[in-house]
């Protein structure tokens, strides 16, 4: 695919999720440890925004009903049984802004 721009990255603090979208897609931007990370943005669960969720540790956790992915891989963690992987997607930083690759 080809990068895309998602977001200005003034709009994700360090700690922070944002949700993105391009086009019908739907994405969660997250800023941990410096680092850009991005996953879908929609829940595998029940369709919760997943851009709207908080981070604890690694892990992005949906605020609807607590389904939890790791940031870097999209992995979901086998204690949220309710829930399934999500893609991960490469992410950059240029020119004030985030970009996807997807």
């Not at 922070?16 to 997250?30: D, L, N, Q, R, T």
């Not at 990370?37 to 009903?65: A, D, K």
Request: aromatic share 10%.
């Amino acid at each position: 695919m080809a990068f895309q721009k998602a977001l200005k990255e003034s709009e994700v603090p360090e700690g922070k999720v944002a949700k993105a979208k391009i086009g019908k897609k739907e994405f969660a931007v997250i800023r941990l440890g410096g680092a850009v990370y991005c996953i879908e943005g929609v829940c595998t669960h029940e369709g919760g925004p997943l851009g709207e969720g908080s981070l604890e540790g690694g892990e992005l956790v949906c605020p609807w009903h607590e389904g939890r992915f790791d940031v870097k891989t999209g992995a979901a963690n086998p204690e949220t049984d309710w829930v399934t992987d999500v893609k991960a997607y490469t992410t950059k930083t240029e020119d004030g802004y985030v970009w996807i690759d997807f």
